[in-house]
């Protein structure tokens, strides 16, 4: 198991960017392929990026793709989601997951993410 604290949400402007981070407890970080979703009111959580152990594999939802980055840093216990372009469409909360199994059962509490037009 893995404890998942993220951080970095806050309200911000169309066209702007924001830095979220995910702090994992734990000394087998690098085990964990980690992954990061999203939920806007009313509609089902959604897959948005996901990042190996080493950080060599690293796959993207379309909606996201050329403005979005995700990235770690094992040695800090840390996973990122560097948000470029940002739209109001990418208003929602943002969730941190790890798995080192076939599924995520390693959640974080959110951090609220807001685009205004």
């Known amino acids: 198991q893995v404890q998942l604290v993220e951080s970095g949400g806050r309200l911000v402007q169309a066209g702007g960017s924001l830095r979220l981070s995910c702090a994992a407890s734990?000394?087998?970080?690098?085990?964990?392929?980690m992954g990061w979703f999203r939920q806007a009111p009313g509609k089902e959580r959604e897959f948005v990026a996901a990042?190996?152990?080493?950080?060599?594999?690293?796959h993207y939802a379309d909606s996201v793709k050329g403005r979005f980055t995700i990235s770690r840093d094992n040695a800090k216990n840390t996973v990122y989601l560097q948000m470029n372009s940002l739209k109001p469409e990418d208003t929602a909360v943002y969730y941190c997951?790890?798995?080192?199994?076939?599924?995520?059962?390693?959640w974080g509490q959110g951090t609220q993410v807001t685009v205004s037009s």
């Open positions: 997951a790890a798995r080192d199994g076939g599924v995520y059962d390693n």
């Open positions: 734990g000394r087998t970080f690098n085990n964990y392929r």
């Open positions: 990042i190996s152990g080493n950080g060599g594999n690293i």
